[in-house]
């Protein structure tokens, strides 16, 4: 592959640079590792922690970058992780410390945002116009309990759509969840770009697994097979394919009480779940909102209006 340039850093063809991307106008660093392969071939973009908290994801994409031998690669693969270095050392669940902004739902960012705004916009801007593919790998996060699932959303083109569904097919998580439109995830983002993206979550409440971390960086070195970029052939997994992805969100302020775990069956109107106040006496009852499987719980005590309580996958 030719010579790239992220910002400051220069990959020769056939090397391996680590380093920085800057967000313009402000302290906050993102890593890069831009793996420049010898021959000429595809470009797969991986970002683990956009949540800076959801360790498995962050510490598989480390050491895929770690692992990959230039010379032996057509094609380039770049790995942003952590992205948001900024939460990963504030220890900070969902948000970004500085504007208390979900990254995830900040895409394809603002130029003159505030910080979280100006993060989306610089990978988007900078990073992205390189590649053909996209991995972003999450996992629950610091109160959050989660079975594995892959995501993605469709693209103007069928074409995209069916590449998007073999790197799923490849990855080697056989739960995946289709939703509607969700405003602002890297997922929508590109999207609107005709990228394949894939959104592939292992790991869950601040632990590091290592099934998890194994999980995640062994669905990445899949992809790139896929992609030509590294050799060897791909698996191919049968998927279990969800449309709906619904949520179940808190209404009032109190302690939340699960009544389901995840991987649980759920039927549609099943009790979930109970908000309680400090004293004990239940406020609320909350019910699935389809038939399907519980893909993620809430797991913290505390619960604030409008928090998640928990994720279905629902046909
Ligand atoms: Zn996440």
């Not at 895409?107 to 505030?114: I, L, S």
């Not at 909102?289 to 005590?301: E, R, S």
């Given at each position: 592959m030719s010579t790239l340039q992220i910002g400051t850093l220069i990959a020769a063809t056939g090397t391996k640079v680590n380093g920085f991307i800057t967000v313009p106008n402000s302290p906050v660093q993102m890593p890069l590792t831009i793996i420049n392969g010898a021959k000429a071939g595809k470009t797969l973009l991986i970002t683990g922690g956009i949540h800076g908290a959801e360790y498995p994801c962050i510490e598989s994409a480390i050491r895929f970058g770690a692992s990959l031998d230039p010379q032996q690669m057509s094609g380039r693969v770049l790995i942003m992780s952590p992205v948001s270095l900024n939460s990963f050392h504030a220890r900070?669940?969902?948000?970004?410390?500085?504007?208390?902004?979900n990254l995830n739902r900040q895409?394809?960012?603002?130029?003159?945002?505030?910080i979280a705004e100006r993060m989306a916009f610089t990978i988007m801007s900078e990073?992205?116009?390189?590649?053909d593919a996209w991995i972003d790998l999450h996992g629950g996060d610091l109160p959050e309990a989660l079975i594995p699932f892959l995501g993605y959303e469709e693209a103007a083109s069928p074409a995209v759509n069916a590449q998007t569904l073999d790197m799923a097919a490849a990855f080697g998580i056989e739960l995946l969840v289709r939703p509607d439109h969700l405003a602002g995830t890297t997922v929508a983002a590109a999207a609107q770009l005709n990228i394949p993206c894939l959104l592939a979550e292992a790991g869950q409440l601040g632990q590091r697994e290592e099934s998890d971390i194994h999980l995640l960086q062994q669905g990445c070195h899949n992809v790139a097979q896929l992609m030509g970029i590294i050799p060897g052939t791909a698996p191919r997994t049968n998927l279990r394919i969800f449309e709906n992805w619904p949520w179940v969100r808190a209404a009032h302020t109190g302690c939340w009480y699960p009544q389901v775990k995840i991987g649980d069956h759920v039927r549609k109107g099943q009790t979930v779940g109970v908000v309680k106040d400090y004293f004990g006496e239940q406020i609320a009852e909350y019910q699935s909102?389809?038939?399907?499987?519980?893909?993620?719980?809430?797991?913290?005590?505390s619960v604030n209006t409008n928090d998640p309580l928990l994720g279905v996958a629902a046909d």
């Open positions: 900070q669940a969902f948000v970004v410390p500085e504007d208390g902004k895409f394809p960012g603002k130029a003159r945002g505030t990073v992205v116009p390189h590649i909102p389809a038939d399907g499987i519980i893909l993620l719980v809430m797991t913290a005590l």
